[in-house]
């Protein structure tokens, strides 16, 4: 259960980064308030999650998830350059994610 805490936690993230950039530095109403939600949810989904799990691998996935989420929407849906060593990088991303948890598994 922790550790889906953690990778919706990511998903989250990955809201927040993105209304971090629609809200064009907190001048626009919705995407602002959109990130403080998505914000908030992340931390505390992850502040839940991290009773129970290791900092190290917990944080690292959180941090994966939202990564490589930020950089696909951001390719799909805002126009972000797409290049093959991105989309190999956000794929040793998430591999890097599943082994993270995989290795948090037992706890």
């Given at each position: ?83 093959t060593l ?17 290795s948090g598994?037992?706890?």
């Amino acid at each position: 259960m922790a550790w889906l805490l953690v990778v919706v936690a990511g998903i989250l993230e990955t809201g927040f980064a993105v209304c971090l950039k629609l809200s064009h530095g907190f001048t626009r109403l919705f995407p602002t308030i959109a990130f403080a939600a998505f914000a908030l949810g992340s931390f505390g989904l992850l502040t839940l999650a991290l009773r129970k799990l290791d900092v190290g691998p917990a944080y690292a996935v959180w941090t994966g998830i939202g990564a490589a989420g930020t950089a696909i929407y951001g390719m799909v849906f805002l126009g972000d350059v797409v290049s093959t060593l991105k989309i190999v990088s956000i794929t040793m991303v998430i591999v890097g994610v599943v082994g993270l948890q995989l290795s948090g598994a037992a706890h």
